[in-house]
């Protein structure tokens, strides 16, 4: 068992749609979760931090939920510049981060 | 602010010849980070230096990859003799110190081994 997983998809979803992508961990001391986002044939560039109260950043939502350590990403009113992989992270108290091997999404006109 | 400098961007060699990679983190950012990505699966962490010392290597394999942060700051990862499955991006990422820390990554070398 991977110790970050991630529903690879694709998700193919139309302009305007709400996605959701989720994410679980095995290791239960993990401190630290974060959203990447990695364009095709680009570097991982960080989309956001995820805590435990949830955070919001304009169409983005993250949550975590420590007790079944799953974290989850939503995108509201989905744009086609969203259409990219997006990459569950989890880091350790030493700094150490674990990504899954991320979800696909593509948004279409 | 400049970003994590990597060089170069895409190398292809033989199998069995060797390969350097060289990256210079974000001014100021203590904990540098080696990532190897094969298509289609998210980074692999390689090594993570704090400073000059390494913090973890465990999945560095060890007999044919080594790496140096020459005074805290540059990093070069090396490989020799390489394989045909060493062929993927090599990312390097800076952060500041610290569990809560996000990574800033540079833009790869693209290893391809023939």
């Known amino acids: 068992r991977k110790e970050v997983e991630q529903d690879p998809g694709p998700f193919n979803v139309p302009e305007g749609a709400t996605v959701a992508f989720n994410c679980t961990y095995s290791n239960s001391a993990s401190q630290s979760f974060f959203w990447y986002r990695q364009d095709c044939r680009k570097e991982p560039k960080l989309l956001m931090s995820v805590y435990s109260s949830g955070n919001e950043d304009g169409r983005f939502t993250a949550q975590l939920n420590r007790a079944s350590q799953y974290i989850s990403l939503l995108i509201r009113d989905s744009k086609l510049s969203d259409s990219a992989t997006y990459l569950c992270?989890?880091?350790?108290?030493?700094?150490?981060?674990?990504f899954g091997d991320g979800t696909t999404l593509t948004v279409k006109p | 602010e400049a970003g994590v400098a990597q060089s170069p961007r895409y190398k292809i060699i033989e199998k069995r010849q060797s390969v350097a990679f060289w990256c210079n983190p974000i001014?100021?950012?203590?904990?540098l980070y080696w990532y190897q990505q094969i298509l289609g699966q998210g980074p692999k962490l390689l090594i993570q230096?704090?400073?000059?010392?390494?913090?973890?290597d465990s999945q560095l394999p060890k007999d044919r990859f080594s790496a140096e942060r020459l005074k805290g700051v540059d990093s070069t990862l090396k490989i020799q003799p390489a394989k045909l499955e060493d062929s993927a991006v090599y990312l390097c990422?800076?952060?500041?110190?610290?569990?809560?820390?996000?990574?800033?990554f540079g833009p790869g070398t693209r290893l391809t081994v023939t």
């Open positions: 001014s100021g950012h203590a904990t």
């Open positions: 992270v989890v880091k350790d108290g030493a700094g150490k981060s674990t």
């Open positions: 230096f704090q400073n000059n010392g390494v913090v973890d």
């Open positions: 990422a800076s952060s500041l110190w610290g569990p809560m820390g996000s990574e800033y």
